[in-house]
């Protein structure tokens, strides 16, 4: 059993990211559930900068492409809403999620591609809105300020009682600072989205398998990412699927590689 708690669609920047491209990848490599969110959400380029009102996509019109996604393979696919924090939180929004609870497992952020901190109150409102909807928050970290994992913390210990997912534990980083946040916070939990697998069995080793989850990105590399990274290299993830499973204890792997993921986004087999 594998679920993947990172994988996306949508059409944003040089992503490029089809319904189609995640169902093959999931049936080749094995992955029995992903949970999914929609990159057309993002509304900054790489360098930060606002799109153009051409390029943007409202996060109802994601969150709806999503839903028509999850629905037309349900019990395959979930969602995390992928949020714009510079919209408000209308009435539509909120029937959706009530209408849609069974498959909406979570609220996802992207700091960097939405050009606002994490600890901001136009990020904060849609972490009041999990906290309403007892879903977990997932949000990108990597090594600026907006999307550092110190902002994550910060939110993680204001809010105790929501559960926080630390994407990437600071991509670009050795991951060691993110580990440190996480083991001192007990509602902060990790992925293994382009963390090695030394980092994995660091976070293993002062955190416990219980608080981080297998992710992927898939397919940001092309429907081939489980194997190939975009270079045309063995992808990361072969290791997770292969060297890993050697070096930790069965009731760790599956922990990372399904368990901790029914657990957080309520998920039954």
């Given at each position: 059993m594998i679920i993947d708690t990172h994988v996306h669609i949508g059409q944003s920047l040089n992503f490029d990211m089809r319904e189609e491209d995640v169902l093959y990848s999931l049936k080749k490599y094995n992955i029995d559930i992903a949970v999914v969110s929609n990159c057309q959400a993002a509304s900054h380029d790489h360098d930060r900068k606002l799109l153009p009102e051409?390029?943007?996509?409202?996060?109802?019109?994601?969150?709806?492409?999503?839903?028509?996604?999850?629905?037309?393979?349900?019990?395959?696919?979930?969602?995390?809403?992928?949020?714009?924090?510079?919209?408000?939180?209308?009435?539509?929004?909120?029937?959706?999620?009530?209408?849609?609870?069974?498959?909406?497992?979570?609220?996802?952020?992207?700091?960097?591609?939405?050009?606002?901190?994490?600890?901001?109150?136009?990020?904060?409102?849609?972490?009041?809105?999990?906290?309403e909807y007892n879903l977990p928050v997932i949000s990108h970290t990597g090594t600026e300020y907006d999307d550092n994992p110190k902002r994550l913390f910060e939110m993680a210990k204001k809010y105790p009682n929501t559960n926080f997912v630390m994407v990437h534990l600071g991509l670009g980083s050795d991951n060691k600072e993110a580990i440190e946040l996480c083991k001192a916070q007990k509602n902060l939990y990790g992925d293994t989205t382009w963390v090695s697998i030394k980092s994995?069995?660091?976070?293993?080793?002062?955190?416990?398998?219980?608080?981080?989850?297998?992710?992927?990105d898939s397919p940001i590399d092309g429907k081939d990412t489980y194997a190939f990274n975009f270079k045309g290299e063995r992808s990361l993830y072969q290791e997770y699927f292969g060297e890993f499973k050697e070096m930790i204890s069965k009731e760790d792997y599956e922990n990372i590689m399904w368990r901790n993921a029914c657990r957080l986004f309520s998920i039954k087999l």
């Open positions: 051409s390029m943007q996509t409202s996060g109802i019109d994601c969150l709806k492409r999503s839903l028509k996604f999850a629905r037309e393979n349900e019990g395959k696919i979930y969602l995390q809403h992928w949020v714009k924090p510079m919209e408000e939180i209308t009435s539509e929004l909120k029937t959706l999620v009530e209408d849609n609870i069974d498959v909406i497992r979570g609220i996802k952020f992207h700091p960097y591609h939405s050009g606002v901190a994490f600890t901001d109150e136009s990020c904060e409102k849609y972490v009041r809105l999990a906290a994995t069995l660091e976070f293993i080793d002062k955190c416990g398998s219980e608080r981080i989850m297998f992710g992927s």
